[in-house]
């Protein structure tokens, strides 16, 4: 099993980023998909959600309106596409996989907003 985040980077104050997590080793359509970040110090917290056929989707109110999560089962990928950045955006953010009791997670991909 693998998930592996990629896009992360250094942007400035209110531009965009676009994440996205390629799955491997599982049956990808079978599973929810959820967003996480980790600040410097604080604890991982949840980003965002996508339900297992993409009708589906929550999102923490801190990025409600400005990040969105996708996915495209037939390349086994959930995206976060992630505009208006903010300073306090900053943070490891990681992929989950959720299925019955099995739960996967990416090792992270670093995301830094500064001017």
């Given at each position: 099993?693998?998930?592996v985040e990629s896009g992360g980077g250094l942007v400035q104050p209110g531009g965009s980023l676009r994440l996205s997590c390629a799955a491997?080793?599982?049956?990808?359509?079978?599973?929810?998909m959820k967003w996480y970040r980790q600040a410097p110090g604080k604890e991982r917290e949840f980003v965002?959600?996508?339900s297992s056929d993409g009708g589906s989707t929550?999102?923490?109110d801190s990025v409600k309106g400005r990040f969105t999560i996708s996915r495209d089962n037939a390349k086994n990928t959930v995206y976060l596409?992630?505009?208006s950045l903010k300073p306090e955006d900053?943070?490891?953010?990681?992929?989950?996989?959720a299925w019955r009791i099995l739960?996967?997670?990416g090792q992270g991909t670093q995301v830094a907003v500064s001017s």
């Open positions: 099993v693998q998930l491997s080793g599982f049956t990808f359509s079978w599973y929810d965002a959600h996508i929550t999102y923490a596409q992630m505009n900053t943070a490891v953010y990681y992929c989950n996989a739960n996967y997670w």
